[in-house]
């Protein structure tokens, strides 16, 4: 399974980059608000990721309300770089821009999803990657692993006739981590917080402790 990196914050990708674990970057409206971005400069911040990431796919999101918004705000950040993918929330004006999108060679990310049925119809429509949802199950106390489970068994029994990977979204903790990779996910797309908390283990600490108290036996001998 590989992992994008769910931020728009700079410094958390260059630091992951150097990790050499991402395989991509995923953005949307709240995460590029929570850098103190304006407008103005998103353009422009889209392009400073991809070049943090050069040949990783990286996620921009249209704000558009309209098909036709849709594809013209696809077309302008998708000219910004040539790893942008565009990323539309799930619904019938985006399927009809995903579509046409698709259709120019223009890779879309279509997410939000919550169900089999959003997931195949995006993928109908000709999305490059479909995004279901684990954590927000969670908010209102469903199983979001079992819709998971079956979205990935869905779209990998089918040849949509282009190539179609499922990015496990709202990743919040390493345990989702591990569902997302056991249902069969392609892609994880996590937070910063959460994929240090991946890498860290009390008895993984614990042990390097210890290692860290012999060895300095072995200097005093």
Not at 41 to 63: N, Q, T, W, Y
Request: proline content about 4%; aromatic content about 6%; glycine content about 8%.
């Amino acid at each position: 399974m590989k992992f994008f990196l769910d931020t728009a914050d700079l410094g958390e990708i260059r630091e992951a980059v150097s990790w050499g674990v991402i395989d991509g970057v995923t953005t949307n409206p709240s995460l590029f608000a929570k850098t103190g971005g304006k407008l103005a400069d998103f353009e422009r911040h889209i392009g400073a990721i991809c070049e943090l990431c050069p040949g990783l796919p990286v996620s921009a999101e249209s704000c558009a309300e309209t098909a036709e918004g849709m594809v013209e705000d696809g077309r302008r950040l998708a000219a910004i770089a040539d790893n942008v993918v565009v990323k539309l929330p799930i619904s019938t004006e985006a399927l009809a821009a995903t579509h046409t999108l698709a259709q120019e060679g223009i890779a879309v990310n279509m997410t939000l999803i919550f169900t089999v049925p959003q997931a195949l119809l995006a993928a109908r429509a000709g999305a490059r990657y479909v995004s279901p949802f684990v954590g927000r199950f969670d908010d209102i106390a469903e199983d979001g692993v079992e819709q998971l489970v079956q979205v990935c068994e869905a779209i990998h029994g089918f040849d949509f006739g282009h190539e179609v990977e499922i990015i496990g979204a709202s990743i919040r903790t390493p345990h989702h981590v591990t569902e997302a990779a056991l249902a069969g996910c392609d892609i994880a797309t996590v937070p910063f917080k959460a994929l240090k908390k991946a890498v860290r283990h009390p008895l993984t600490d614990r042990g390097l402790a210890l290692f860290m108290e012999d060895w300095k036996k072995v200097e005093q001998a």
